[in-house]
């Protein structure tokens, strides 16, 4: 079992910045392929951005550019970094954890970042 836990959401103005933490636990985190997904109101849940064990990132389209995706193994961490934030980015925001491209994997209970107008 891993334990995801997310962190770092809240209110912010737009073109803010705020920066998600995701701490893992019961884990090889080095091992697993880690995601942030959202969830706005009234719609799917969206990969935003992702980053494999071996570093490679990869992001949604509405969100190049502004966010960065990054892991820090040492503390079993992984890292979003929004900047230029949009009413748009309103959502939950949650954290992914898979060994292989086709499980489900793990999944935290998520944090509300808010971008207000």
């Known amino acids: 079992q891993v334990q995801l836990v997310e962190s770092g959401g809240g209110l912010v103005q737009p073109g803010g910045s705020l920066r998600l933490s995701c701490a893992a636990s019961?884990?090889?985190?080095?091992?697993?392929?880690m995601g942030w997904y959202r969830r706005a109101p009234g719609k799917q849940r969206e990969l935003v951005a992702s980053i494999t064990s071996g570093g490679t990132t990869n992001y949604a389209d509405s969100v190049k550019g502004r966010f960065t995706i990054s892991r820090d193994n040492a503390k079993n961490t992984v890292y979003l970094q929004m900047n230029s934030l949009k009413p748009e980015d309103t959502a939950v925001y949650y954290c992914n954890a898979k060994r292989t491209v086709a499980e489900l994997g793990y999944w935290g209970q998520g944090t509300q970042v808010t971008v207000s107008s």
């Open positions: 019961g884990s090889i985190f080095r091992l697993y392929h």
